[in-house]
């Protein structure tokens, strides 16, 4: 990657990367590793909602990590949003704005990665979609204005009002790959966060958000769009490649799961020419010290941001 900031149609845009919480991550290790991300001065903390697990919720995990840094951004990476009463998810986050000013990066998902966990967030047979468009919609609303009454098919509420709104609007940044969830990011989010895409893919699908903004009236700007990438250290784990190969039959694993920090960073250089310039890296699997990780990291990975 060259140095200096990449230009693209609409001028100068920043290249970020953030990280993502290793696959087992016990809560017990969650202060001591975001306490150095803060001395690493790293970007930002993704936290994905794997309820299943080990790991912390994204959000109690938000407030946490938010409470301890000054500096470090945090968001959910990503977070199901249908399924999810919306005036509590806008309370929660004009709550976390107004606690860490600049430094709240919510992104949202239309289900449950993992097939087990999907029972958590009901919502009626064959309508998850249209929950998630009037879930955002009205999300929308009650962060943007002082009240909100809504009558719809999933929601609704009279006079609701969650408290003061951020000084600065809240970017919401949406998950997905299928040409719907292109569409919805085009017409509702402010930024793409994918997973398990090629380059090559990620170009296809800026350009059609773009488009799908376009038609919307809408433009996004040129530097929300961001890539989840996770790092192999020692070997590539047999359940991510699994996934990897479900997610993408007749795509080599290669190009969605980078085999070491050589590999990271042609990938990274590779995504930055599709017009990808946010990335939240993690790791492929369990690592043996997590520590270890964010400083080869940051050896590797952070000199590439611009």
């Known amino acids: 990657m060259r140095a200096g900031a990449r230009e693209f149609h609409h001028g100068v845009v920043k290249v970020r990367i953030g990280v993502g919480l290793a696959p087992g991550s016990e809560p017990a290790g969650f ?46 990476g990503v977070a199901v949003l249908p399924g999810r009463h919306p005036v509590l998810v806008a309370k929660q986050l004009v709550s976390l704005a ?23 967030f009901e919502v009626p047979a064959g309508r998850r979609a249209a929950a998630f468009d009037e879930t955002m919609h009205v999300l929308r609303m009650l962060l943007e204005q002082d009240e909100v009454t809504y009558h719809g098919e999933f929601c609704t509420i009279d006079g609701a ?20 969830a292109m569409r919805r990011v085009g017409r509702f989010a402010d930024g793409w966060l994918a997973s398990f895409l090629t380059p090559e893919q990620t170009r296809r699908g800026r350009e059609a958000i773009q488009a799908a903004a376009a038609e919307a009236g809408r433009e996004i700007e040129p530097d929300h769009y961001g890539i989840s990438l996770a790092v192999a250290t020692d070997g590539m784990p047999p359940e991510l490649l699994a996934r990897a190969r479900e997610r993408q039959p007749d795509t080599d694993p290669r190009e969605l799961i980078a085999n070491g920090w050589h590999h990271a960073r042609e990938l990274v250089d590779r995504y930055v020419d599709a017009g990808i310039t946010k990335f939240v890296i993690r790791p492929a699997g369990d690592v043996a010290s997590y520590a270890s990780f964010l400083d080869s990291f940051a050896a590797e990975l952070m000199p590439l941001q611009t």
Do not use: C, N
């Open 31 to 76: 202060p001591e590793a975001v306490d150095h991300m803060e001395r690493l001065d790293i970007d930002s903390l993704w936290l994905s909602e794997v309820v299943f697990s080990p790991q912390v919720d994204p959000l109690v995990g938000m407030a946490h990590a938010l409470s301890r840094t000054t500096r470090l951004k945090v968001g959910t």
């Open 98 to 120: 107004a606690l860490a000013p600049g430094r709240v990066l919510p992104a949202f998902g239309l289900q449950a990665a993992r097939r087990p966990e999907r029972q958590l």
């Open 161 to 180: 009002s969650v408290g003061p709104k951020p000084y600065k609007p809240l970017d919401i940044w949406l998950g997905g790959s299928a040409p719907s």
